[in-house]
Each structure stands twice: as structure tokens, then as C-alpha cells.
């Protein structure tokens, strides 16, 4: 299966104008924003677990980074409530569910072969530092290396600011309402854009919570067919 799989091109996915898609599991379900493979792929996605619903224990081969976006997620590391930022490297493994129910926003198989960093992060007890380029935003890391830049930044309500895509860059709004090209984004909208392509967004009334990460779309990997 191939969608949005022509990395050069720019995408908007809105959770309003996109479909839930039934898993192998049951009570786990799939909204996709771009893919490569069928189940194993390189893979972005929303997934959605209902109450006390689980997949059976895998591997993840190419890595596996998450943002607990409502709910709680749970395996044998622990239990991850919303705002958990999640970093499986390459060879990991686990038995991921959710008593309660719970929605992640997930990317699998985009981890560089030799990455061996778990990372676990309850991100509503990160620090933020405001931005000194672009008032009205503050950042707080979330992981770094050579390859990419992953990051939660806080607009404050009615900021016009760019997010600049060295290498390509992904923004989820997590939560508030952004404004792209005239047109309003829902909590849990996806943007892809291209290498070198700036991003003019404009925060609602209300502010907006933004994941972004950048840097790492000239190198796509994808699990061999």
C-alpha cells in the first residue's frame, strides 16, 4: 500500500475529512496520513485503541516514536498518559494497549538502523523557553541528533509565525486551532511539507500546542517489500 508516499509533495490531512480504517485487532483503529507497506511499513498514522483492546507483542525493526494525544497507553514500560512523548528504537519490542482507551499519533520505521535511544518523556512537565526569533512561541525539546529535530512548541492566542523545513519538515496540532494558506486546521490536522518549504501558520484564539520535527525527509526508509 502506497499513500502520500511521494515525499516531495505537500500534504494537509484534517481528522474531519479522514476515515478511521479497522486494524488486524480488534478495537484498534487506524487513521492514515502516509504510508509504505502494508503492515509492516514505514507508516504515520493516528490509531485509536478502544477501551481494554491491545495488539500482540512485536518487534519494531525500523523504530517506533509516539505522542499519547488522549487516554492512556500502556505496555510492559508502564503506563503513558496524554502528553507522553514515546521513542522505541530499532530491535525493540513490546505489548502495546489501553485499559481505558487512548489515541496516539505514531511513526514507524523512520528511525535511523543503528538509533538505540529510548526516550520517555511526560511532556506536561517540560520546561518551555520562548522563542527569541518569533514572539509568541515558546519551545520545549523533545529529541535531537543528527538526522532530526522533534519539539513541542506553545503559540500563544493570534501569533503569525514560520516554521522553517530544513530537510522537510511534519507539524500535528496537538490542540487549539492554526490557521494554513486562509484555511482553518482542527486539533489533530497533519502538515507535511517539502524540503526547504516554510510553513506560515497563524494561531485561533485560543492558541495551539504544535509536534514538529524536521530534518529527516531527503533520507526516507521504508521496510524491504
Known amino acids: 500500500m502506497e499513500l502520500n508516499a511521494d515525499f516531495s509533495e505537500n500534504v494537509v490531512v484534517k481528522p474531519s475529512e479522514a476515515g478511521w480504517t479497522p486494524s488486524p485487532m480488534p478495537g484498534v483503529e487506524r487513521m492514515m496520513l502516509d504510508r509504505i507497506g502494508d503492515e509492516v511499513a514505514r507508516a504515520t498514522t493516528i490509531v485509536r485503541f478502544a477501551p481494554n483492546s491491545a495488539f500482540s507483542p512485536h518487534t519494531h525493526d525500523g523504530g517506533e516514536e509516539f505522542v499519547v ?4 497507553f500502556s505496555d510492559e514500560h508502564g503506563d503513558f498518559p496524554e502528553g507522553a512523548y514515546i521513542r522505541n528504537p530499532p530491535t525493540s519490542s513490546h505489548t502495546p494497549g489501553s485499559k481505558p482507551g487512548c489515541v496516539i499519533f505514531v511513526k514507524l520505521w523512520q528511525m535511523q538502523p543503528e538509533d538505540r535511544s529510548h526516550v520517555r518523556i511526560a511532556t506536561d512537565k517540560l ?3 520562548d522563542d527569541a526569533t518569533r514572539p509568541g512561541v515558546s519551545v520545549s525539546p523533545l529529541f535531537k541528533d543528527g538526522h532530526e529535530d522533534v519539539r ?3 503559540w500563544e492566542p493570534g501569533t503569525r509565525a514560520v516554521v522553517t523545513a530544513p530537510h522537510g519538515a511534519e507539524i500535528l496540532l496537538i490542540s487549539g486551532a492554526l490557521t494554513l494558506d486562509g484555511e482553518v ?3 489533530w490536522s497533519w502538515i507535511r511539507r517539502a524540503d526547504g518549504q516554510a510553513v506560515d501558520l497563524s494561531a485561533g484564539p485560543g492558541g495551539a500546542k504544535l509536534w514538529i520535527k524536521t530534518g529527516h525527509l531527503t533520507n526516507v526508509r521504508a521496510p524491504a517489500a
Do not use: S, T
Request: aromatic share 0%.
Open 69 to 72: 494525544l488522549e487516554g492512556v
Open 152 to 154: 513541542l512548541e506553545i
Open 185 to 187: 486546521l482542527e486539533p
Open 127 to 129: 520546561g518551555a523557553v
